[in-house]
Every structure is written in structure tokens, then in C-alpha cells.
């Protein structure tokens, strides 16, 4: 038996994860209208969308190949991954889509802005956990280690295309979970249907994801080598998209009208996930000396702050689902 490493900031962060996940599995159940449903969609990103792919790109990078990644050993592990890490994902997509629902805006965008959240948030976490470097009985060892490919153009040590990677990443299963929640809804919520789709969703999630499409994003592979500035022009490009969706969805087609309004005692899961985690980011990046990444890691904080805000406030401005729309 190979020895156990117990990094105590590690320790923190994974039982933090864990006790969020557990209140978000508790939130789920009282304020879902199909809390199974919903569950095994948290099964299906964790196990059969996130943890699979995790678990190529690892093996990928233990084995010496460029362009992938390792990670620290957790108490809890699944193979060569925290488990932590597919929660955590999945709790901010989750948040994500849970707060748009409670706002009337077209299904299409949810896709967009979900990605634009999930690749913020993103800002908020990796170049921490990249940093986060200790000594341990097994050597040296990063929180998460990333190996570019020489010449690949990098933000403090990880490539680009890993923020962009973000925007597609939780694009597509959210467009495949929307889908899912469509053909469910159209079979009279049968329950075979139920069970079924969050997994499949998940399974096509990651043949996108694998597919030549998410090079395209990355950095319009083919027609670019990966170690080309394209990885800076797709992320810029599909930032503004993203962005343009999310102005466009709030501006033209929000009717004012709201399905249920947040709140921070009934909604601390969600409310910590998009605000909470990056502050204790924020802390561990102070506490650590990470001076030369904490402004990103800031911005990323207030970004979610002031989108968390803006919700908020709207939400408490509107009008409910059940009453006309003003006029204007």
C-alpha cells in the first residue's frame, strides 16, 4: 500500500466541496419538482461526462504526453481524479441553470450563459489550484499540473484554450439536459424517459466534447496549430458571444416575468456556490503569497458577485409568472 498524502489545504477545500454538495443534494430534494430526475442528472455529469473525461486527460498526462494534466491525490478519489473536482463543476452549473429558471428567457440562450458562468468561475479556481504546489511523501505535487505543448500560448501556466473549454464544456450538457427535460415533458414525465435522459445527455456531452468540434472551439483546429494565437482569438470571440447572448436575453426577450425569486436562506447552496467558493479562491490565494494571479482570481469573484446581484435585484423587481406583463 503506496502512501496517503494529506496536503491540510487540500483536505479543507474537498471537505468544504463536499459539505455544499451534500446541502445542494438536500436543496435539490426539497425544492425540485422532480428531485429524482434531477439527482441522476447530478449522477450523469459526475460519473459519465466530467469523471470520464477527467480520466483521459489524467491518464494521458501520467503517461508523459504534452497538452494534459495531473492531479493531486484526495482522500476521496475516482481513478485518477478527486472526486471533488466533477462536483464542484456540476454545482456550478447547475446553480447556473437553477437560477435562470427562475427567470422567463429563451431555452437557446441558457446554453451560452451557462458556459460564460462556468468559464468565469473558472477564472476564480485554476490558477489557484495550479499554484497550489506542496512537498509531500510522494514528491512534489500540484494541486492540479498542467503540461502545455511548447509555444502553446498559456495564462500563468495553463493553456488558453482551457478557459474557452469551459464555454462548450458546460454548453453542451446543458443543451443536451434542455433537450432532455423537453422529451421528458413530451412523454407525460415517464419515468423511463426520466431516468434515462440526464444519462444520455451526458454520454453525448462527452462525444462533443471529445470531437473535432471542441478543437474548433479551441482554436479552429484544423485550420490553426494549437500553439497559434487562435487560442486567444476563440476565447475573446466567444466571451463577446456569450456576453452579447446574455445582454440579449435580459434586453429583449425577458418579459418581466418570474417563476419564483431568490433568496438567501432558501437558496445558500446556490448563493454559495457562485459566491462562496470564489471568496475562500480569493483567501487561499492571499494566505498562499499567490500575488501574481489574486487579480484574476478577484475579478473572476466580482464578475459572479455582480451577476449573483443583478439577478437577485431583477428577480425582486419582476412580476410573477402568473400576472400580465407591464407595459412599456
Given at each position: ?222 485550420f490553426f496549430p494549437r500553439t497559434s494565437n487562435m487560442q486567444w482569438v476563440m476565447l475573446i470571440a466567444l466571451s463577446v458571444i456569450t456576453t452579447g447572448v446574455l445582454v440579449l436575453a435580459f ?78
Amino acid at each position: 500500500m503506496g502512501n496517503i498524502t494529506l496536503v491540510p489545504v487540500w483536505l479543507i477545500q474537498d471537505i468544504l466541496v463536499l459539505i455544499i454538495a451534500t446541502l445542494m443534494i438536500f436543496y435539490i430534494i426539497n425544492n425540485e419538482e422532480r428531485p429524482k430526475i434531477v439527482l441522476m442528472q447530478f449522477i450523469g455529469f459526475v460519473f459519465f461526462y466530467a469523471a470520464l473525461f477527467e480520466n483521459v486527460a489524467v491518464s494521458m498526462g501520467l503517461m508523459g504526453n504534452e497538452g494534459f494534466y495531473a492531479y493531486g491525490r484526495s482522500i476521496l478519489m475516482i481513478f485518477n481524479i478527486p472526486l471533488t473536482v466533477p462536483i464542484i463543476e456540476f454545482l456550478i452549473v447547475y446553480s447556473t441553470l437553477r437560477v435562470l429558471k427562475t427567470i422567463n428567457i429563451p431555452s437557446w440562450t441558457k446554453p451560452f450563459i451557462t458556459g460564460l458562468s462556468a468559464m468565469i468561475f473558472d477564472f476564480s479556481l485554476d490558477p489557484v489550484a495550479v499554484k497550489q504546489i506542496f512537498q509531500t511523501t510522494e514528491g512534489i505535487i500540484g494541486r492540479w499540473s498542467y503540461y502545455p505543448i511548447p509555444g502553446e500560448p498559456v495564462i500563468y501556466g495553463e493553456p488558453v484554450m482551457n478557459f474557452t473549454g469551459w464555454i462548450y464544456i458546460a454548453g453542451y450538457w446543458t443543451a443536451f439536459i434542455l433537450i432532455g427535460e423537453w422529451w421528458h415533458k413530451k412523454k407525460g414525465y415517464s419515468n423511463l424517459v426520466g431516468y434515462s435522459y440526464p444519462i444520455l445527455a451526458s454520454i453525448l456531452s462527452l462525444v462533443c466534447l471529445v470531437s473535432p468540434l471542441s478543437n474548433f472551439f479551441n482554436y479552429m483546429g484544423p485550420f490553426f496549430p494549437r500553439t497559434s494565437n487562435m487560442q486567444w482569438v476563440m476565447l475573446i470571440a466567444l466571451s463577446v458571444i456569450t456576453t452579447g447572448v446574455l445582454v440579449l436575453a435580459f434586453v429583449k426577450f425577458w418579459d418581466h416575468r418570474v417563476v419564483s425569486s431568490l433568496n438567501y436562506k432558501k437558496d445558500f447552496p446556490i448563493m454559495f456556490t457562485f459566491l462562496g467558493f470564489p471568496l475562500v479562491n480569493t483567501l487561499f490565494c492571499i494566505i498562499g503569497g499567490y500575488t501574481q494571479v489574486l487579480w484574476l482570481v478577484v475579478l473572476a469573484q466580482v464578475l459572479l458577485l455582480l451577476g449573483w446581484f443583478g439577478i437577485y435585484i431583477l428577480s425582486k423587481k419582476a412580476i410573477p409568472k402568473n400576472q400580465a406583463p407591464r407595459k412599456g
